[in-house]
Protein backbone atom coordinates (compact mmCIF):
# COMPACT_ATOMS: atom_id res chain seq x y z
CA UNK A 1 0.00 0.00 0.00
CA UNK A 2 1.79 3.12 -1.33
CA UNK A 3 0.70 6.76 0.84
CA UNK A 4 1.09 10.01 -0.75
CA UNK A 5 0.92 13.93 -0.60
CA UNK A 6 1.24 14.84 -3.98
CA UNK A 7 -0.84 13.91 -7.34
CA UNK A 8 1.41 15.84 -9.44
CA UNK A 9 4.43 14.64 -9.03
CA UNK A 10 6.74 12.17 -7.62
CA UNK A 11 10.49 12.35 -8.05
CA UNK A 12 10.38 14.81 -10.83
CA UNK A 13 8.39 12.52 -12.85
CA UNK A 14 4.89 14.38 -13.50
CA UNK A 15 1.60 12.31 -12.02
CA UNK A 16 -0.31 10.59 -13.46
CA UNK A 17 2.53 8.12 -14.84
CA UNK A 18 1.45 5.24 -17.26
CA UNK A 19 3.75 2.07 -16.35
CA UNK A 20 2.60 0.63 -19.95
CA UNK A 21 6.50 2.49 -20.77
CA UNK A 22 8.17 -0.51 -17.64
CA UNK A 23 5.58 -3.24 -19.16
CA UNK A 24 2.38 -3.07 -16.74
CA UNK A 25 -0.25 -1.39 -19.78
CA UNK A 26 -3.27 -0.34 -17.74
CA UNK A 27 -1.60 0.70 -15.25
CA UNK A 28 -1.02 4.27 -13.91
CA UNK A 29 0.77 5.53 -10.71
CA UNK A 30 -1.49 8.31 -9.56
CA UNK A 31 -0.03 9.19 -6.42
CA UNK A 32 3.35 10.28 -5.08
CA UNK A 33 4.76 7.03 -2.77
CA UNK A 34 6.00 9.19 0.37
CA UNK A 35 5.27 5.39 2.65
CA UNK A 36 4.50 2.17 1.82
CA UNK A 37 3.63 -0.74 3.79
CA UNK A 38 3.37 -4.29 2.62
CA UNK A 39 0.04 -6.28 3.31
CA UNK A 40 -1.06 -9.72 2.47
CA UNK A 41 -4.75 -9.88 0.49
CA UNK A 42 -6.62 -13.55 1.39
CA UNK A 43 -7.07 -15.72 -1.23
CA UNK A 44 -9.94 -13.81 -3.22
CA UNK A 45 -7.19 -10.64 -2.65
CA UNK A 46 -8.69 -8.88 -0.26
CA UNK A 47 -6.61 -6.84 1.87
CA UNK A 48 -7.57 -4.63 5.26
CA UNK A 49 -5.14 -1.90 6.52
CA UNK A 50 -6.39 0.11 9.62
CA UNK A 51 -4.75 3.28 11.09
CA UNK A 52 -5.36 5.36 13.74
CA UNK A 53 -4.30 9.35 13.87
CA UNK A 54 -3.59 11.01 16.66
CA UNK A 55 -5.56 13.67 17.52
CA UNK A 56 -3.90 16.71 16.65
CA UNK A 57 -5.60 20.52 15.62
CA UNK A 58 -2.92 20.92 12.83
CA UNK A 59 -4.21 17.63 11.34
CA UNK A 60 -7.37 18.32 10.37
CA UNK A 61 -8.06 19.04 7.00
CA UNK A 62 -5.12 17.54 5.72
CA UNK A 63 -5.03 15.20 2.57
CA UNK A 64 -3.12 12.66 1.25
CA UNK A 65 -3.29 9.61 -1.17
CA UNK A 66 -3.32 5.73 -0.86
CA UNK A 67 -3.26 3.71 -4.00
CA UNK A 68 -2.42 -0.37 -3.89
CA UNK A 69 0.52 -1.61 -5.87
CA UNK A 70 0.70 -5.46 -5.88
CA UNK A 71 3.08 -7.90 -7.03
CA UNK A 72 1.53 -9.79 -9.67
CA UNK A 73 3.92 -12.25 -11.94
CA UNK A 74 1.36 -13.53 -14.30
CA UNK A 75 -0.10 -9.99 -15.22
CA UNK A 76 2.18 -8.33 -17.24
CA UNK A 77 5.91 -8.46 -18.04
CA UNK A 78 6.58 -5.71 -14.94
CA UNK A 79 4.86 -8.19 -12.68
CA UNK A 80 2.84 -4.96 -11.30
CA UNK A 81 -0.42 -4.29 -11.13
CA UNK A 82 -2.14 -1.04 -8.95
CA UNK A 83 -5.34 0.03 -8.19
CA UNK A 84 -7.20 3.47 -8.21
CA UNK A 85 -5.90 6.13 -5.97
CA UNK A 86 -8.22 7.29 -2.92
CA UNK A 87 -8.61 11.16 -1.78
CA UNK A 88 -8.08 10.83 2.14
CA UNK A 89 -9.07 13.90 4.01
CA UNK A 90 -8.33 13.50 7.92
CA UNK A 91 -11.44 15.46 9.56
CA UNK A 92 -12.41 16.30 13.55
CA UNK A 93 -15.20 13.48 14.59
CA UNK A 94 -17.59 15.68 17.01
CA UNK A 95 -19.69 13.00 19.25
CA UNK A 96 -23.17 14.98 21.06
CA UNK A 97 -24.31 13.14 24.27
CA UNK A 98 -27.74 13.69 24.74
CA UNK A 99 -29.07 13.80 28.18
CA UNK A 100 -31.86 11.73 28.58
CA UNK A 101 -35.09 13.87 29.89
CA UNK A 102 -37.50 12.47 31.92
CA UNK A 103 -41.13 13.83 32.24
Known sequence: MAFGTSRTNYLGIPLPFDLALLGAPGCIVE???????PLAGDPAGHAVYWASVPYAPAL????????????????????LTVSN?????????????QTPSYY
Open 60 to 79: EGASFYVQAIVVDFPANAFH
Open 31 to 37: TSIDFQT
Open 85 to 97: SVDCVIGAEVHFH
